[in-house]
């Protein structure tokens, strides 16, 4: 019986420390605008007509913010991706890219006033884009070969710096990590 008890409250132990952070942690999975077809997500946020977007996430507070930056049927979109590859061999360029659209979607705009912790986040974030220059043009180049080739990109996890293409959707994922908070540039593939 005793041991009935103690594995009943070794469950319930280790179900309520992970549930939470199952339930709400603002990941790839759960803030995002690349939901494929009609998946549907429990909890989190997602954008189901973008095909471009900002996301900045704090993962310790559960939190996300999603930016569009364009919608199927746009033709910003394509002006994206095009830019994309033009720029996947200058990674100056390509920061220069980056860095205006993160100040135009995401380093504007007022933060939660429970949140000033942001700003420090959001000043960090150029001198790290500048840092993770070949990073960025790498990533881009992996994501046009799969367009062009469906040929697979493993992805870069280095650093502050991650990315990847999602296999299922082709979607272009860079992550940019300051401290606790993520900054997430996402893009379709063209259709």
Not at 7 to 36: N, Q, W, Y
Not at 149 to 170: L, M, N, Q
């Amino acid at each position: 019986m005793v041991r009935f008890v103690v594995a009943g409250v070794f469950a319930i132990a280790v179900l309520s420390r992970a549930a939470p952070s199952m339930a709400a942690d603002p990941t790839h999975e759960k803030c995002t605008c690349d939901l494929e077809g009609e998946n549907v997500l429990n909890n989190g946020a997602s954008v189901r007509n973008a095909t471009a977007c900002w996301s900045t996430q704090d993962p310790d507070r559960q939190w996300c913010d999603i930016t569009v930056q364009a919608i199927e049927g746009d033709t910003r979109h394509q002006t994206i991706v095009n830019e994309l590859v033009h720029l996947h061999n200058d990674p100056e360029g390509m920061t220069a890219f980056l860095r205006h659209g993160a100040e135009e979607w995401v380093l504007s705009g007022a933060i939660p006033a429970n949140m000033e912790y942001l700003n420090q986040a959001r000043a960090e974030l150029p001198a790290l884009l500048k840092a993770s220059d070949n990073l960025t043009t790498a990533c881009v180049e992996g994501f046009i070969r799969y367009q062009e080739k469906k040929e697979f990109f493993k992805g870069i996890d280095e650093g502050a710096f991650s990315c990847s293409v999602g296999k299922a959707t082709g979607w272009l994922r860079m992550s940019f990590q300051v401290g606790n908070v993520r900054f997430v540039f996402m893009v379709a593939p063209n259709a």
